[in-house]
């Protein structure tokens, strides 16, 4: 089943924070997180495994909750950079089969 | 190869047609993925090899669409009897789906655009 990401888009303006949600309705063995930039492959940022732990990557982090079955992705003082697309993506704990949501558009405006 | 490489990058072809989609994966992942991507979309999943188990064809839009993978590596996506509906980008991913780390990594797709 697909991960569902919320919001579906969002609008910030540089130095600004924003959360972007993944939740899906099976148990979750990990959690990853990519970035696709318009005309361009996704590229990974960071992958949480089950356990609660938080990663960072920059001034991107991200939770992962397994119990509620969620993960957050945190963005702090945005960048100009930081605009994009943002995809979760969860990794089925028998066979691996990675599935992502639907995207969350990120917009960062000077 | 040093990534996912993936041909021909930008394919044109006419309505009612079979295309042949081409991708060669990261050496020693043994975990290939296709996905689709319409303009402004996600990524739709469409199919799943992992290793010599059966592939997880769950993805697969309608039987027009298949796909093999040889030896393992290189893997062909195959879509006949084109339609409109199938302009979209074609992404592939490898991995190696071990427990310690599963990044995958994408080639740039090939952009099907259906005339």
């Known amino acids: 089943q697909q991960p569902v990401q919320s919001p579906q888009a969002v609008i910030l303006r540089e130095g600004e924070d924003a959360v972007i949600n993944c939740s899906s309705s099976k148990a979750l063995y990990s959690v990853h997180w990519y970035r696709q930039k318009h005309g361009e492959a996704p590229v990974f940022l960071m992958i949480?495994?089950?356990?609660?732990e938080q990663k960072g990557h920059d001034k991107i982090s991200a939770s992962f909750n397994e119990k509620k079955q969620q993960s957050s992705l945190y963005l702090t003082a945005s960048q100009l950079s930081y605009s994009g697309t943002y995809f979760c993506g969860t990794e089925d704990d028998n066979t691996g089969k990675l599935i992502f949501g639907q995207g969350t558009t990120l917009q960062v405006k000077p | 190869g040093a990534g996912v490489s993936q041909s021909p990058s930008n394919k044109v072809t006419e309505k009612g047609k079979d295309v042949e989609l081409r991708c060669d994966p990261i050496s020693g992942h043994t975990a290939l993925y296709w996905y689709r991507q319409s303009l402004g979309q996600g990524l739709e999943f469409l199919i799943y090899f992992q290793g010599n188990s059966a592939p997880d064809k769950s993805g697969l839009p309608s039987d027009r669409f298949s796909a093999e993978r040889t030896g393992g590596s290189v893997s062909t996506l195959t879509i006949q009897r084109t339609q409109q509906e199938d302009s979209a980008v074609y992404l592939c991913?490898?991995?190696?789906?071990?427990?310690?780390?599963?990044?995958?990594?994408f080639g740039q797709g090939t952009r099907l655009t259906v005339v």
């Open positions: 949480l495994l089950k356990g609660g």
């Open positions: 991913a490898s991995n190696k789906p071990e427990r310690s780390n599963t990044e995958a990594f």
